[in-house]
Structures are given as C-alpha cells and as structure tokens.
C-alpha cells in the first residue's frame, strides 16, 4: 500500500475527476482480500450506500492496523484511503487526523454525492472511535 505522502502525489497528477475516479477504483483493487467470515454485522459500517466492513489489530507499538471492504468500487476506493491516512498510527495520532481537509486536498471530496459523503462520515467516525 501507498504511504499517506505518495497518495498525496498520486492524486496530485490527477487533473480531472475522471482521472480521480480511475484512480480510487486502482486503489480499491489494492486493499488486500477481506476474508468472508469478517464480513458480519459487528464489522459493517452503518449510513454508507454499500455495505462496508471495517477491521482493525492493535500492535505491539500501540499503533493500528486497518483492513476493510466494500462492495462499491468507489467507497471501497475512498475506504483505501482513509486506512492509508490511519494505519501504523496510534489512537491519539488517528483522533488528530483532520480526514475532511485531506480529502478536500486530495479533491476529491468536492465531487461526491451527499449520501457518499454522509457515508465517508460515517467511515471515519469509526476509524477515530478506536481505543
């Protein structure tokens, strides 16, 4: 997976919403296989459009790993990239992370329906709720 830097690269080469879009459906087929039996309510992010599943494992360092899925090309794309933002961070380091403005940076929050975005709330709301 791309580090928070390299994404902010990566999508800074990308001129249109077209190629934004190309891109997150890229970075979607990037996360790595989520494993059915994961994919159970405890783990399902409610308010998003398509269902979406998200995990996480403390490590030894108290930092986080993430791992998700969904069943949108899109959200999974935009879900990519919220972990990218988050893993190998501490639960203070995450809570401190303003996932709005790095979005907007990365343009891409400005082109997405309202539902999306509530969605993406909904996502990063249970990224920063993790202790």
Same mark, same amino acid.
């Given at each position: 997976? !791309?580090?928070?830097?390299?994404?902010? *690269? !990566?999508?800074? *080469?990308?001129?249109?919403?077209q190629d934004r879009y190309r891109q997150l459906i890229m970075l979607a087929k990037q996360l790595p296989d989520f494993p059915e039996q994961q994919k159970i309510a405890q783990n399902q992010v409610n308010g998003c459009e398509n269902r979406v599943? !998200?995990? +996480?494992? %403390? &490590?030894?360092?108290?930092? +986080? #790993?993430?791992?998700?899925?969904?069943?949108?090309?899109i959200v999974k794309g935009l879900l990519a990239i919220l972990i990218i933002i988050a893993n190998h961070k501490t639960a203070q380091e995450i809570a401190a #992370?303003?996932? $709005? $403005? /790095? =979005?907007? &940076? /990365? %343009? #891409?929050?400005?082109? =997405?329906? &309202?539902?999306? /975005?509530?969605? !993406?709330?909904q996502l990063i709301e249970r990224i920063k709720s993790i202790r």
């Open positions: 997976m !791309l580090s928070q830097q390299n994404l902010t *690269k !990566l999508f800074a *080469k990308q001129h249109t919403w599943w !998200l995990t +996480y494992q %403390k &490590q030894a360092d108290n930092t +986080y #790993i993430f791992s998700g899925d969904s069943e949108g090309r #992370i303003d996932f $709005s $403005s /790095l =979005l907007s &940076q /990365l %343009k #891409i929050s400005d082109e =997405l329906s &309202q539902s999306r /975005l509530q969605g !993406l709330a």
